[in-house]
Structure formats: C-alpha cells, structure tokens
C-alpha cells in the first residue's frame, strides 16, 4: 500500500529514503512538482528553479510497510500511526509542512496547512551532518545525500526509546516547535518559542516543584536553567542575569502590551532566541547543533554586553 505525499523536497540527486521503514521515492515528474512549490530565491543545482511563490505538490510516494507501530507523538485521536511522527520530523527537518494522503483519493478537499517555506528551523537542518552516498545508477555521475535519511532514522529510533519518551513527555515540544518555526510574524515566533521554554522547564522540574511554584518562579530562573541544563552556558553570572532579564522584559512587554520593547536591538535579541530554541531542541534530539548562524558567539556577545536602557 502506498499513499501521496505533499511538499517533501528530497536532497539532489537522492531518488528514494527509507525512515523506519517508510519508503520516500520521488514522483516521475520530480522536477516539475518540486519546481511548484515556493521558492525565495532562484537556484541552480540538480534543477534550474526559479523563485515564486508557490503551492502545494504531490512530489512523492511512500510505500508502508506491512506492519505499521502506533505513533508515539500525542496525536489527537487512537488510529495515529509512526508514519505521522515520521511526516512531522520530516516537516521540520525540511522546513515545509509534509502531509501524506491516500492514494486512491480523488478529492481531499480544502488543504488548510501553509505551502510557504518555513522563517525558522536553519540550525535544525544543518544539524544533520551531509553523509556521501555512490552514485545511484550508472547513468548518474554524482554521488547525493544520505545524511537527513540517517539522521531521521537515527532521531526517531531515540524518541522512540522508554527513556525519552519518559524524559521528554512524549515530544509534545515538537508540535510547538513546528507551530513555531513556520512563516509568521517574529513576535509570534518569539512568543511560541518562549512557551517550547517553559513547557521544557516544567518537565524538568515538576517531580520536585509544584505547578504553583512553577508558575511564580521568575522567567529569567528558567531561561537560565534551560541554558545551563543543555550546555549553552556553564554557569549564569550576575551579569549574565540582568542581560536574560531583558529576554523577559521582551516577552512581558509583548504579552501585555502587543509590542516588543522600543529599543535597537530587540529584533537581533528575538532571533537570538529563537535560534538557541532550535539549539536546545538539536541537544534533544541526540544532534551536534550546527553554528552555522554563529549562534554561539551570538549567545556570548548577548549575555556579556550591557543591558539597554
């Protein structure tokens, strides 16, 4: 049995991968279907693809296999299987909403989900290290990339183990982080990102806190804790402290007010933020954050400068 899958973009050259035991394999006419979606910028690489705004395309099959594991992420509804987890690491790793549907399905109806390429998620996909593979065929001459279909598989088989999923809940901070990196305004970006913080916080913490306490502890404590727990940071100065603080003067300034602080910097301080977000969330995921954003210096420069007035 097979079904049709919207939106997956594969990587040059790579015919077909295989994620627990989903086979992806392109279209026959790949290189028109992936050309309908939106791209920003025109590109040059295993096709010619010019910049446009784009729509939905079925760009790929995947075949199932005869037995198929429930899903382990907290999807509404009991007849979820490990192909919508799949779908969702996919999304994210892709940086466009991948959606699969029945093969055989003339009429689907209205797509509500978004085609627009992804704001965020950059640190995320260039966490997977490139992995060279021969060439698939005599008649290609180069090599592609293996390494997102390791790298998924590799993820997957950890956020199905007893011990993340005990430690982490289920992942539910993977349906923030989608709803949080899709194309949208940086303030709510910002603001879904913040909320990835908490809930990571208060797993963390709630065997040993109750949820009061949780909820009246002050926001820095807890951006602090996440920065320590996951290596951003060895230890938070005092120093270090007051430039966090601004973190959450950002956040309360647009929760009650609409609006960031009126200050130079804040947009860079939100980015920031939501760059360590898909940090922190790498970590989880058993990945070596990519700095391909330089966000390490960028963390450095924050929390050693002074605090804006």
Request: net charge negative; hydrophobic share 35%.
């Amino acid at each position: 049995m097979r079904k049709r899958v919207y939106n997956l973009e594969f990587p040059s050259r790579c015919p077909a991968m295989t994620i627990y035991g989903y086979k992806f394999s392109r279209v026959p006419d790949y290189s028109d279907r992936i050309a309908q979606l939106q791209h920003l910028v025109t590109s040059y690489s295993e096709f010619s693809i010019s910049a446009n705004t784009g729509q939905h395309s079925i760009t790929a099959y995947v075949e199932l296999p005869d037995h198929e594991d429930r899903a382990i992420l907290e999807w509404k509804g009991s007849g979820s299987t490990a192909l919508n987890d799949v779908l969702l690491l996919l999304s994210i790793f892709t940086g466009r909403d991948v959606f699969a549907v029945e093969d055989k399905e003339s009429d689907i109806g209205a797509i509500l989900t978004d085609p627009r390429l992804y704001q965020s998620g950059g640190v995320l996909i260039n966490s997977i290290p490139y992995t060279e593979h021969p060439p698939y065929s005599d008649d290609w001459e180069l090599g592609y990339d293996v390494g997102r279909e390791e790298g998924l598989n590799q993820i997957y088989r950890l956020m199905r183990s007893e011990e993340w999923q005990s430690r982490y809940e289920h992942g539910y901070f993977l349906f923030l982080a989608q709803q949080a990196f899709r194309r949208q305004t940086l303030e709510s970006s910002f603001i879904q990102c913040w909320t990835i913080w908490e809930h990571l916080f208060t797993i963390h913490n709630q065997k040993w806190l109750s949820a009061k306490q949780i909820r009246q502890l002050d926001s820095s404590e807890k951006i602090a804790f996440i920065l320590t727990t996951y290596a951003l940071k060895d230890e938070i100065d005092d120093k270090s402290r007051k430039r966090i603080a601004s973190l959450a003067e950002i956040r309360n300034r647009l929760i009650h007010f609409g609006q960031f602080p009126k200050r130079g910097s804040v947009h860079d301080d939100a980015i920031l933020f939501i760059r360590l977000t898909e940090f922190v969330i790498a970590k989880i995921l058993g990945l070596s954050p990519s700095n391909v954003f330089n966000t390490v210096e960028r963390l450095e420069e924050f929390l050693n400068s002074i605090k804006p007035s």
